[in-house]
């Protein structure tokens, strides 16, 4: 694999935070800028990169420059040996031009396609009342905790606590979580967000659930990741989503349902009108 300059990778690191267009580096002449390494990035995850784990997504930027770096200089060296004028090169672009041309005008058509289809408000509403449970949140609460290895250890950092209230108690835990607990959420105070029922472990699930807002756990709870100590900083009732809140993502479903319908009508259409032997 080609290695590239250290300044180069300092100078991917920092694009994260500069325009796109930024040149990251040029080969011979020719520029390899951000957006080209974010187009190949989204395009080797499927649009997914931004699902990569974070500690991966440096290295996975370096190695698609990397990447593009050496395409560049195979291009380069092609057209230096006369590639590009060479009876096989000129066969294959033909054929190459010839399946954009029609995957790019079958696009099109189906972009054109898709704009002539209309849902109206009354269908919109329609779908939201007949499938309101489809829009239904479950009850979630927002806790803070403390992962040590053992009882003792958790017994005593429920002694620190027990004593405190309100803001004190907040803010004491959040302290010693800084300072004890093993967990990645230790640096940022333990917080774990809200989460739904069910999207922790059930002993570490069935407690944070259970508590009052504001309170810590009078004893330690143990799961398979040791001993736990929580805080239960916030709740939020089941409850249903507005219907302004999910219109946009009922008239995309509804118009794609539309245009499936359509295209098999006027696919049995162009059919009928054309001849296939």
């Known amino acids: 694999m080609i290695k590239i ?13 500069a325009a796109s267009a930024q040149t990251l580096v040029t080969v011979n002449g020719t520029p390899i ?6 187009n190949a990035l989204m395009q080797a995850t499927q649009g997914r990169f931004n699902q990569v784990p974070a500690e991966k997504q440096a290295e996975f930027r370096k190695q698609v420059l990397e990447q593009l770096i050496a395409k560049e200089l195979i291009f380069d060296d092609a057209k230096k040996n006369g590639i590009l004028d060479s009876k096989e090169f000129k066969a294959e672009y033909e054929i190459v031009l010839e399946n954009i041309k029609k995957e790019l005008a079958i696009q099109v058509w189906q972009q054109k396609e898709l704009q002539k289809v209309a849902v109206s408000e009354k269908e919109l509403k329609k779908y939201y009342d007949a499938n309101k449970e489809e829009f239904q949140e479950k009850e979630k609460v927002h806790a803070r905790h403390i992962l040590v290895k053992s009882e003792e250890e958790a017994k005593g950092v429920i002694a620190e606590l027990k004593s405190l209230q309100g803001e004190k108690l907040k803010g004491k835990f959040a302290e010693l ?9 230790g640096p940022k105070g333990g917080d774990l967000g809200y989460f739904s029922q069910g999207q922790m472990v059930p002993e570490f699930n069935d407690k944070a659930f259970g508590m009052k807002v504001g309170t810590i756990t009078d004893k330690p709870v143990q799961t398979q990741h ?9 709740k939020k009732p089941s409850s249903t989503r507005k219907y302004d ?7 995309q479903r509804l118009k794609m349902e539309k245009f499936k319908s359509n295209m098999q009508a006027k696919m ?5 009108k054309a001849t296939i032997k």
């Open 33 to 38: 800028t951000q957006n080209d390494v974010d």
């Open 268 to 272: 049995e259409e162009l059919e009928k």
């Open 245 to 251: 809140e999910v219109k946009p993502y009922i008239e």
């Open 177 to 185: 979580a800084m300072a004890k607990s093993t967990c990645p959420s």
């Open 5 to 17: 300059a250290k300044s180069v990778v300092t100078a991917l690191m920092l694009s994260c935070a």
């Open 226 to 234: 040791g001993y736990h100590v929580i805080y239960l900083e916030d």
